[in-house]
């Protein structure tokens, strides 16, 4: 059984204050691992996939990177609109006919001003 | 319209009712999903639909009764449900090979009373 364990729970940091969630996974047979960013009330907003050990994504103040067993989520310098729910996901290989993602519980960050 | 359509953003019912999800995808994709959200709980998948065929059912319950009629639309038709099946309900949609990360709608908000 596929899983996504992510921590810590919550998060909260000052404008600035550089930091990283962790996302640690079980997969037999990764196909891709996603990121997302949820608002509340609002649907995950698609940030990032990584395919393999050792790749690396940048997106403004985001970057995630990938291990065999891990994925982290690197925030530099934080501003108040990161403040989100972020989300991690697995995907198996498409011939183990399992073709959903299995998400993790999420980090709820808090930046503040 | 771009990306992932959801209707109705809220509902509420009663016990007693039918009503129907529906889901709209612009993405030309070939596979889509329904989620459920719930409080403190990761995101739990209901049905995988690729195709147009339902190739994933993960124990959901039968008072939820899924309709794909064709690679844009998904339907959730929902009858006799129970309060603790309040929560936000998802769809998101995907291709099935290539780069295959989900995008999202905003949700149904739905509360049974």
């Known amino acids: 059984e596929d899983q996504v364990t992510q921590s810590p729970e919550a998060l909260r940091l000052q404008e600035g204050e550089s930091s990283s969630l962790n996302c640690s996974y079980t997969?037999?047979?990764?196909?891709?691992l996603f990121w997302y960013r949820q608002d509340p009330g609002k649907g995950p907003e698609f940030l990032f996939t990584?395919?393999?050990a050792g790749e690396e994504k940048e997106k403004e103040r985001l970057k995630a990177t990938l291990t065999k067993k891990e994925s982290f989520l690197h925030i530099t310098a934080p501003k108040p609109e990161d403040s989100a729910t972020y989300l991690c996901a697995v995907q198996a290989k498409w011939d183990t006919g399992r073709r959903a993602l299995t998400f993790g519980s999420g980090t709820r960050l808090q930046v503040q001003p | 319209e771009t990306g992932v359509t959801q209707t109705p953003r809220h509902l509420v019912m009663g016990m007693t009712n039918k009503k129907s999800l529906k889901c709209e995808q612009h993405l030309g994709h070939n596979a889509m999903y329904w989620y459920k959200q719930s409080a403190k709980k990761p995101l739990e998948l209901m049905f995988v639909?690729?195709?147009?065929?339902?190739?994933e059912n993960n124990s959901v319950p039968s008072r939820f009764s899924p309709e794909c009629p064709n690679s844009s639309h998904l339907f959730l038709h929902l009858h006799t449900l129970q309060p603790e099946d309040s929560a936000l309900y998802l769809c998101?949609?995907?291709?099935?090979?290539?780069?295959?990360?989900?995008?999202f709608g905003q949700g149904t908000r739905l509360t049974v009373v």
């Open positions: 990584l395919y393999s």
């Open positions: 639909y690729s195709l147009e065929e339902r190739v």
């Open positions: 998101a949609s995907s291709q099935l090979h290539g780069a295959t990360e989900a995008f």
């Open positions: 997969v037999s047979g990764l196909r891709g």
